[in-house]
């Protein structure tokens, strides 16, 4: 509580923040860039202010760096379990969600009409 | 085991190895297995989508100038957050009280828009039978019932804070544990605004 570290700018801390959001709506609105590309800038620009808001709102800068360590770690687990699954999910042999079925013309009020195709 | 075990001092501190309170080491502990429960939700959100050809690209069908400015509410009301505890710490109490209603008020316009929002989507016809349906309501809704549980504990913590009880430097924790609770919050609401919506 009586940590001696001296109080970070705040409002330095909001102004990037504000600046990081605006970058990424034109990026995700404007479509300027190649889908890689964006998708790339966008994850980077979302992991540098959950970043800063871990870092200087969340103190975790003043505490001891054991804190941070305890708190990183599972998060990089899950990160590493995520790209474990990227490989299933995009896969030729992956269960396949069923294509928008095409809507029957005038079929509208017909119960169990699974039965004649 | 050793035999010089009779002359360890009878006074052995027991510190804790990261001299923090133990509130805010079970808050942090908290946030973290939170943080795991939205990292199962949204990888099941990114196996999902990147195993549907037909995915919609989400500006069909959310309003993101909107989003956005819900994103600006929150990180404003981390600002505010920030301010509260500063206020405590310098035994400012009407600081505390204006900051923390600020901080409220801020998760309080981030439901209404959000209650809009999905007003809207659900008259239109976005449910749950939709894959991008599912995944909308279920993220945004278990992040929309974290900021609705932190406008209640910064309610609570409000009218505890009355009487000057987490004025100074070494009575203000209970308000930092507020505030770890929601930059947690804002944070998560980041990375939800840039996968579902902005992707």
Redesign the interface.
């Known amino acids: 509580?009586?940590d001696d570290h001296k109080?970070p700018n705040?409002?330095a801390v909001?102004w990037g923040?504000?600046v990081l959001?605006i970058a990424?709506?034109a990026?995700?609105?404007l479509h300027f860039l190649p889908k890689a590309g964006?998708?790339i800038s966008?994850?980077s620009?979302?992991l540098a202010?959950?970043a800063l808001?871990?870092i200087y709102?969340?103190?975790l800068k003043f505490?001891?760096r054991?804190?941070a360590t305890?708190?990183i770690v599972?998060?990089i687990l899950?990160?590493i379990?995520?790209v474990i699954?990227?490989p299933?999910?995009?896969s030729p042999d992956?269960?396949?969600?069923p294509?928008?079925a095409a809507e029957p013309a005038g079929g509208h009020g017909e119960g169990g009409g699974g039965e004649h195709k | 085991m050793s035999s010089h075990a009779a002359t360890v001092p009878a006074s052995t501190s027991i510190e804790s190895p990261l001299r923090i309170t133990s509130g805010k080491l079970i808050m942090w502990f908290f946030l973290v297995s939170d943080a795991m429960s939205f990292a199962g939700l949204l990888a099941m959100y990114g196996v999902l989508r990147m195993g549907d050809p037909h995915w919609p690209n989400p500006q069909s069908k959310f309003d993101i100038p909107l989003t956005a400015l819900n994103t600006f509410v929150l990180i404003c009301s981390s600002l505010t957050m920030v301010k509260a505890f500063t206020a405590a710490k310098h035994g400012d109490g009407p600081g505390l009280q204006k900051w923390l209603l600020a901080t409220m008020g801020g998760g309080a316009i981030f439901l209404g828009i959000q209650a809009y929002e999905w007003t809207h989507l659900i008259t239109h016809g976005l449910s749950l039978h939709q894959p991008i349906g599912a995944t909308f309501f279920i993220l945004t809704g278990f992040h929309g019932f974290h900021v609705l549980s932190g406008v209640i504990y910064l309610t609570i913590i409000r009218f505890a804070a009355r009487g000057g009880r987490y004025l100074g430097p070494d009575k203000s924790g209970p308000v930092e544990i507020t505030g770890l609770y929601w930059h947690f919050v804002d944070l998560i609401w980041i990375l939800v605004f840039t996968f579902v919506y902005l992707l």
Do not use: C, N
């Not at chain 1, 992956?94 to 969600?97: L, V, W």
């Open positions: 509580m009586s109080e705040y409002m909001w923040l504000l959001t990424e709506v990026v995700g609105y964006m998708v966008l994850v620009m979302a202010k959950a808001v871990a709102f969340m103190h505490e001891k054991t804190l305890v708190v599972p998060l899950s990160a379990l995520f699954l990227v299933d999910a995009t992956r269960i396949q969600p294509a928008p």
